[in-house]
């Protein structure tokens, strides 16, 4: 497994960036953080592109870069992919000289086996597009590309930078969906900066937030969103994975395995059965009572310890412990007085099969 280590300091006349991180390359690691916060600059270090960085730039053994022993590793002997926003290819060209384009700048060094053109133009669904001028597509098809010229290169990471800020609902999530389908194909891991959350959640495993120039938290993608909830840093929400048991057309649900306990949400049968689904809970649509709801329409109810307590302005925001699994969930501060809750206390968690919403 590779590993990115990050011990770098920038320093612009308004603003620096000083992180000390080591980050596992595995998967999508998320790069969240509000506009301002250090993102690209943290990228184009990581790319070779910002020359007046210090520290130093790790992946496993080879240096990218050590300002005190004078190193420093060109963009092009890096073998890291860029896709950015707004994708630079060369206008005058065809796609498909575009992509060859990509395929010459592979170096010779690489240990992953060869790709094949063709996978690519395939796995970026560009077939139809290979004899366009690149000048006649559209904001989506530039893109990917973009990515499949990234990938041509046979890069050992990819970053990319708020890919999808310059496309629609529609192409969006061919893009994400795209991503997903190469990470795993090829195994490749990727940085993947984003000021949306909600398009990091859908696609990355790992998170690492800034916050004005500095590293906040890193971690598991659940872990994390967890740490920013009971943090009062993003809307309360309880983010997990679990297992697809059964499709339940009749009912019009879905069933989900946690731990000895069950989850119904509204069917979705493209969700394969014995897969991880990705979803997340809202804490304002998770209600609390003191016994088993059992004549009652809201048709999840799960038993719990409550672990955290935090008032946050006139709410209360409990962490419900049910199998194992934390769940948040939002209450008014007259509610907890009338229910008397406190710390360890047995209780049960309720929510409707629409309140769990699918991520992937
Ligand atoms: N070359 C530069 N010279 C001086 N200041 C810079 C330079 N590049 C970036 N900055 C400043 O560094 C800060 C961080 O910029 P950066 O682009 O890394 O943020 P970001 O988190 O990617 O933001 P956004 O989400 O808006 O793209 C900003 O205040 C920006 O103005």
Redesign the pocket.
């Known amino acids: 497994m590779a590993d990115l280590r990050i011990k770098i300091n920038v320093d612009?006349?308004?603003?620096s960036?000083s992180i000390d991180q080591q980050i596992s390359l595995t998967g999508i690691t998320g790069i969240f953080?509000?506009?301002?916060?250090?993102?690209?600059?943290?990228l184009k270090v990581i790319a070779g592109l910002d020359k007046d960085a210090q520290g130093q730039l790790l992946i496993n053994d080879t240096i990218l870069f050590d300002s005190q022993a004078k190193t420093f590793l060109a963009p092009q002997q890096r073998n890291i992919g860029l896709v950015f926003q707004n994708s630079r290819l060369f206008p005058h060209l065809t796609v498909e000289e575009n992509l060859r384009y990509g395929q010459k700048r592979k170096k010779n060094n690489v240990t992953n086996k060869p790709l094949d053109f063709s996978e690519i133009v395939a796995l970026t669904q560009l077939e139809s597009l290979l004899v366009k001028s690149v000048a006649q597509l559209s904001g989506g098809e530039q893109q990917r590309v973009a990515l499949a010229r990234a990938l041509l290169a046979e890069p050992r990471l990819l970053l990319l930078d708020?890919p999808l800020s310059a496309l629609d609902d529609q192409n969006k999530i061919l893009m994400l969906t795209l991503l997903e389908k190469v990470q795993k194909q090829l195994n490749l891991p990727m940085l993947y900066?984003s000021?949306s959350l909600a398009e990091i959640q859908q696609l990355a495993n790992s998170l690492l937030v800034?916050s004005s120039?500095k590293v906040s938290h890193y971690g598991d993608i659940h872990q994390v969103i967890h740490q920013l909830t009971t943090d009062n840093e993003i809307l309360h929400q309880t983010s997990l994975s679990l297992t697809v048991k059964e499709h339940l057309p009749a009912y019009g649900l879905t069933s989900l395995v946690l731990a000895e306990q069950q989850i119904l949400m509204a069917l979705n049968d493209h969700l394969e059965i014995a897969k991880q689904a990705r979803c997340i809970i809202a804490a304002s649509d998770i209600s609390v009572t003191l016994h088993e709801p059992r004549e009652s329409s809201i048709v999840n109810h799960l038993q719990g310890i409550i672990t955290g307590f935090n008032r946050c302005n006139a709410q209360i925001l409990l962490t419900v412990n049910c199998s194992g699994q934390d769940f948040f969930v939002t209450i008014t501060a007259w509610s907890a007085n009338r229910l008397s809750l406190v710390l360890e206390q047995s209780i049960y968690i309720q929510f409707k099969a629409n309140a769990v919403r699918i991520l992937r």
């Open positions: 612009y006349d308004d603003f960036l953080g509000h506009s301002g916060s250090g993102k690209s600059t943290l708020e900066v000021h800034l120039g």
